[in-house]
């Protein structure tokens, strides 16, 4: 959050103003914030005319196993003109269809400077899957009048270079269908690099900055279609709905662009395109005909992305193709290079993955920080963490993580104490740790102009802060007030940032301690846009404007290094993020920022998670309760409801807002929010299992439906709901005293509800009925379930329990889940000590098998048991179970589905088999 202040006024009165807006609520200032045609860039992109560029390729050759061509462009008709040097495109092939092509300046041809091509995103092993290509082939596509290069890409895809006019494009081999291209509608555009001539004014100014823009405009602008796609999806953070919206086009009102520039933004609303605090330019197309493709554009410059609704190129009068549907979107940067990624899937899954198999696989996150947070700004003291730590304990409501905002800090001096309100921290967090607990602090990027703060004079001495365009350390208003920010581009830096979070170095942690990294945009208050000014400069010469959306992810990457270095590299990190770019998901969780107590923002929070783990970002969640404002009980109870199945599940609030902890607002309320903390808490297991799966393969926890019912268009706009897994679908309830929701459950099974076990039919709408008690979830049949039933104060005490399994039979009376479990903190997972199981139920029969390749020798072992097979769908009669190869027997009865609730019919139940879970073991139903 920042205040909306204008950058001109003098000091004392920013302070002024400043503490007048801690106090008080206002709107979202849009005028704060530029649009489209306040950004010169933006503006001449949009308003180019289809098939207004004229580039054609030549000079097509094989170079280091990838085609590679210049791109030319006609000599100017009139001496004004610019004429633009030759382009270098190069286009590589990597394994599992993914395709990469670059578009750069030609160093050869003396540009003024390298631009910038963002370090530290892809996997250094990326490079190693790299197919290296040997040769082309030359062809007349049809219709065509010149010729095209292609090439293989994976069995039964191949790419595309149309030399004149200049396209490329990924096709299915059989049929020549394309999957995705670039410059199809001719609105290439790359703007490059100049020295500065006499009369030349190449200065921006808004809202009384200026931009000095020493090399010129630099933007670059080009189409991207998506062909057999229904809907497009990705490219986060906005605050709007998960299929993304025509932006341009016949019927679409005046609207925005999708913008991807990292902003603090005040108060955001509900359903707008303009950025917010994280950028992924990485975009989706699915639909029923084909299934999905991705397309991703490395560049950390500003963008902003039209969706174009169809016929917005009816003038052209040029047809693409014919196509079922195809989606085209038009990419504008202010900077960078064209750095592109085309994943041609076929499914959902494939995309993701890959996706990730460039930018790094989702973090296995510590077993502790995917259970409950409880965060405020601010606790205000030891004593005040001591209550509301005890309070927990006194309502029988687990949770595992304490957080301390801004605060807690001596005058925002992060790695400091306000020794105060904070004499014995390392007590305060062992006091914690004793339960099982976890401290989380704050660290912000802004660090306090002071002399007496050894941070800044070493920083200072070192010349580790970004520079203003004149060259002297850049100097921004943040929460300590005058502040500058380290340089987080330079490797150098990072590592010295990182040595940071030593014990020794950090006084008053404990290795029980996790960091928080806010304001990471970086959010300047008295900044353009509230952030830093386009032509600071970093290391290496490297304009702010070219490297803006990636500052926050290499603040985070140096603090999650940092909390690595500190556990000697045994110890998983956390850092919750607020900025983010691609790659971030390697470094820890985010959030969705400042969001408000009420419905509509409760709502968008779904999309928005949605759309965060399809792009990588999996571990995100939303502020339950929403961040500003008093949240109404129903809302904050609704809240709790939908949030215990966010990735990462934190209460927060702004600290002009009432005191809302659980237990603060009558029984009943206490009630429920304790029940939805320990639904999360029995399904940890299914969780951690999910957090796996994403660590391996990128595919997210919290999935669209379509990700699981890929065919079904009922599903491909539906971002009211979303599964779990593929075992549990959850619809949230948005309004105010609901009394029915309708909910559609997909596929051709059926679904039982989470809670009563009362079955549904799959493949239609239901009308339900809606209770205060939970908001409608649900196991699809098929599935199988594993959970914790034992309610402790923290995960970490789960440790030992035994478990449930939840087997929901499908119409073959078949099910089959998996569970993974590992030490929940180290690294050792990565040597294979860890147990995955894989449980298959047929014929009456459950079978436990390993998943661990070589499963022979397993460095991870578990004492713990399964205590309870529950079966959904089964008739009930049979009395025993037969468990093999022990030859023992269990017995089978009738039982609740859950322990501590009541509602549900009584479902037939295994008691006791008390069967190790790490074993391999049957139990068949005699
Ligand atoms: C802005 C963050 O988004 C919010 O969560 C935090 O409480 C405040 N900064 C104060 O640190």
Known sequence: MAPNINPTL????????FTLHLSSVSAWKKEEFRTCNQTPFCKRARSRKPHSSSLFATDVAILDGALTANLRQPPPESPDQDQIKPLLFTLSVYQNGVVRVKIDEDPSLDPPKKRFEVPDVILPEFESTKLWLQRFQTETVDGDSGPSSVVYVADGYEAVLRHNPFEVYVREKQGKRRVLSLNSHGLFDFEQLRVKQEGDDWEERFKGHTDVRPYGPQSISFDVSFFDADFVYGIPEHASSFALRPTRGPGVDDSEPYRLFNLDVFEYIHDSPFGLYGSIPFMLGHGKARGTSGFFWLNAAEMQIDVLGSGWDAESGILLPESGS?????????????????????????????????????????????AYHQCRWNYRDEEDVENVDSKFDEHDIPYDVLWLDIEHTDGKRYFTWDRVLFPNPEQMQNKLAAKGRHMVTIVDPHIKRDESFHLHKEATSKGYYVKDATGKDYDGWCWPGSSSYPDMLNP???????????????????????????????????????????????????????LHNAYGYYFHMATSDGLVKRGDGKDRPFVLSRAFFPGSQRHGAVWTGDNTADWDQLRVSVPMILTLGLTGMTFSGADVGGFFGNPETELLVRWYQLGAYYPFFRGHAHHDTKRREPWLFGERNTELMRDAIHTRYALLPYFYTLFREANTSGVPVMRPLWMEFPSDKATFSNDEA?????????????????????????????????RTGIIYKGGTTHKLEVSEETIPAFQRAGTIIPRKDRYRRSSTQMANDPYTLVIALNSSHAAEGELYIDDGKSFEFKQGAYIHRHFVFSDGKLTSSSLVPNAGKTLFSSACVIERIIVL?????????????????????????????????PVLTIRRPNVPVADDWTTKIL
């Open 326 to 370: 195809r989606i085209d979107t038009l990419w504008m940067s202010e900077a960078g290079i064209v750095d592109t990624f085309f994943f041609i899937g076929p499914g959902p899954k494939d995309v993701v993955r890959q996706y990730t198999s460039v930018t790094g696989m989702p973090a296995m996150p510590q077993l502790f920080s995917t």
């Open 492 to 546: 150098e830096i990072r590592s010295w940032w990182s040595e940071k979070f030593s014990l020794k170095n950090y006084v008053g942690s404990t290795p029980w301690l996790y960091i928080w990294n806010d304001m990471n945009e970086p959010s300047v208050f008295n900044g353009p846009e509230v952030t830093m000014p386009r032509d600071a400069l970093h290391y290496g010469g490297v304009e702010h404007r070219e």
């Open 10 to 17: 003098p000091l004392l009165l920013l302070l002024l103003l």
């Open 873 to 905: 769908g089964h008739s009930s009669g049979p009395k025993n179970a037969l468990i093999e190869p022990s030859n023992r027997k269990a017995e089978i009865e009738l039982g609740p589905l859950w322990l501590r609730r009541g509602k549900s019919a």
């Open 722 to 754: 979303f599964m779990v897994g593929n075992s549990l679908l959850v619809q949230g309830i948005y309004t105010e005293r609901a009394k029915y929701a309708s909910v559609y459950l997909p596929g051709g099974q059926s679904w039982y509800d989470l």
